[in-house]
Each structure stands twice: as structure tokens, then as C-alpha cells.
């Protein structure tokens, strides 16, 4: 199972982005699925999930800028991010809850991460 994330880049303070992870191998079910952050100095927090199949949670401070969408049928998460900020510079995460199929066994609820895409917000 593997989490790619891209969409990551250089834009200037008031700008857009949209980040996309998709989940890859032999998946059976994506539960939980969303976006958390890692800037320089920083631990890494939550962005926005899906703690289920239509429910969202999202930090107070994107809340009204950012808004997390899935494609159930492709295993993809989209990050759609509004009125960039300076401090919503950080590397990006995909992370996901799944269950898929290891050599003929079904593991529940494994917790992946991707590799990371960065997201610079200039002033």
C-alpha cells in the first residue's frame, strides 16, 4: 500500500493550491482519510480528515480557507486550500486508515502515511 501525495508548491500570500494523495495496492476499504502539517520547528498537526466515510474535522485555523474532499471509487483525498497564508507554510501529509489484503490476509485498520509534499506560502 503506498499514499503518493503531489500538488505541492510555491505561491504567494492570498494564492490557491489543491493537494491530492492518492492510495494505492490491494485496498479493501479507506475509512479515515485527510491532510495534516509539519512546519520547520514544528510538530506535526491535523489539517482536515474525514474520520469517516462523510464526516470532517479541520483545525480552527483553515477553517472557511481549506476544504477536504474524497473520491471514494479512485482512493483519492484532495486538499483544497483558499486565501494562503505565510504561516500555512509546511510540509503536507497524506494520512489513511485501511484495511487491504497482504499476501491472501485481510489487515484492519492499518494507519499509512505518504511521503510528504511541500507547500511554500511567500509574503
Known amino acids: 500500500v503506498q499514499l503518493q501525495a503531489s500538488g505541492g508548491g510555491t505561491v504567494q500570500a492570498g494564492g490557491s493550491l489543491r493537494l491530492s494523495c492518492a492510495a494505492s495496492?490491494?485496498?479493501?476499504?479507506?475509512?479515515?482519510m485527510g491532510w495534516y502539517r509539519q512546519a520547520p520547528g514544528q510538530e506535526r498537526e491535523l489539517v482536515a480528515t474525514?474520520?469517516?466515510?462523510?464526516?470532517?474535522v479541520y483545525a480552527d485555523s483553515v477553517k472557511g480557507r481549506f476544504t477536504i474532499s474524497r473520491d471514494n471509487a479512485r482512493n483519492m483525498v484532495y486538499l483544497q486550500m483558499n486565501s494562503l497564508k505565510p504561516e500555512d507554510t509546511a510540509v503536507y501529509y497524506c494520512?489513511?486508515?485501511?484495511?487491504?489484503?497482504?499476501?491472501?490476509?485481510?489487515?484492519?485498520?492499518?494507519?499509512?502515511w505518504g511521503k510528504g509534499t511541500l507547500v511554500t506560502v511567500s509574503s
Open positions: 494520512n489513511a486508515d485501511l484495511n487491504y489484503i497482504d499476501n491472501g490476509v485481510r489487515r484492519y485498520g492499518v494507519n499509512y
Open positions: 495496492g490491494s485496498i479493501v476499504s479507506i475509512h479515515a
Open positions: 474525514f474520520t469517516s466515510i462523510r464526516s470532517t
